[in-house]
């Protein structure tokens, strides 16, 4: 589909090796958590994912679109102390109250970033962001239950699916187009962002906010309402209805002028 876009070229997908059963078995003992049978079965047939493709331009080809999933090795935990970090240095885990308070009238329970969740970086989203598979439970025993959330730039939580395999093939219908995960909060994506959309509108069932978005954004000419009070001229009508009374008394008093002149040059003669 994308090689037979208008405008489209370079598509590059990296092909990787599948992940080895020990390497997740290792993981998973290590953060004390099981994956998502989805997700697991996703690495034992390969080992992450990336897909990238660039548009056409004047001087080189430009990179626009991004399809990345981390790989295991990559899946690092969000939020998780560091032995470089200083002692008295802000972590995450300090939001936590801000983050409550402007969260309690949610529906769904967002994500902690201290110890009562466990974060993984699913895609760093070219630094758009984070996409994060989520453990919202992890006390005093680590829930299998997960979800898929964004985390935008300005740490606030966003809910994209509950199963992996939902969230992979929103990454595919969406084609990997830039900001396509803002198009799942409340402020949507950036104007720029919806240009590209617009070229390269993603074939989803949910993309119903982005059609009515981008409509909104679009000049449309209507010249039945534009055009309508020049169509109707009762001015006009009323100067040309006029026009004949005014013609035809300068005509009478034409017709006088030379009559009397021609009666008089006849008594001249």
């Not at 560091?82 to 308070?101: G, I, K, R, V, W």
């Not at 919202?136 to 994209?160: C, G, M, N, Q």
């Not at 093939?169 to 240009?195: C, D, E, M, N």
């Not at 009515?212 to 309508?228: G, Y």
């Amino acid at each position: 589909l994308l090689e037979t876009s208008p405008g489209v070229a370079e598509v590059t997908f990296v092909e990787k090796e599948p992940a080895e059963r020990h390497t997740i078995i290792s993981w998973e003992q290590k953060n004390s958590c099981i994956l998502p049978e989805d997700l697991k079965n996703f690495y034992l047939m390969t080992d992450g994912f990336q897909m990238t493709w660039s548009v056409k331009t004047d001087d080189a080809p430009m990179p626009l679109g991004s399809m990345v999933i981390n790989s295991v090795s990559k899946l690092c935990r969000l939020g998780g102390s560091s032995m470089y970090s200083l002692p008295n240095a802000p972590t995450l885990a300090d939001l936590e109250d801000d983050t409550e308070e402007e969260g309690d009238g949610d529906k769904l329970e967002k994500p902690h970033f201290d110890s009562r969740s466990l974060i993984f970086e699913l895609d760093p989203c070219n630094g758009n962001g984070k996409v994060c598979l989520v453990y919202k439970h992890a006390k005093p025993v680590v829930s299998p239950e997960t979800e898929i959330w964004f985390l935008d730039r300005a740490l606030y939580w966003h809910f994209l699916t509950k199963t992996f395999t939902a969230y992979y093939r929103l990454l595919i219908t969406h084609l990997g187009l830039p900001q396509w995960q803002y198009a799942f909060t409340s402020y949507g994506v950036s104007p720029q962002a919806k240009q590209w959309f617009n070229m390269y509108k993603p074939i989803t069932i949910n993309t119903a906010l982005l059609s009515e978005e981008a409509d909104s954004f679009v000049n449309k000419l209507d010249p039945n309402k534009v055009f309508k009070t020049k169509n109707k001229t009762p001015v006009i009508k009323k100067k040309s209805s006029s026009q004949p009374a005014g013609s035809q008394k300068s005509h009478t008093s034409m017709t006088s002028y030379k009559t009397s002149s021609l009666a008089g040059n006849s008594s001249r003669k």
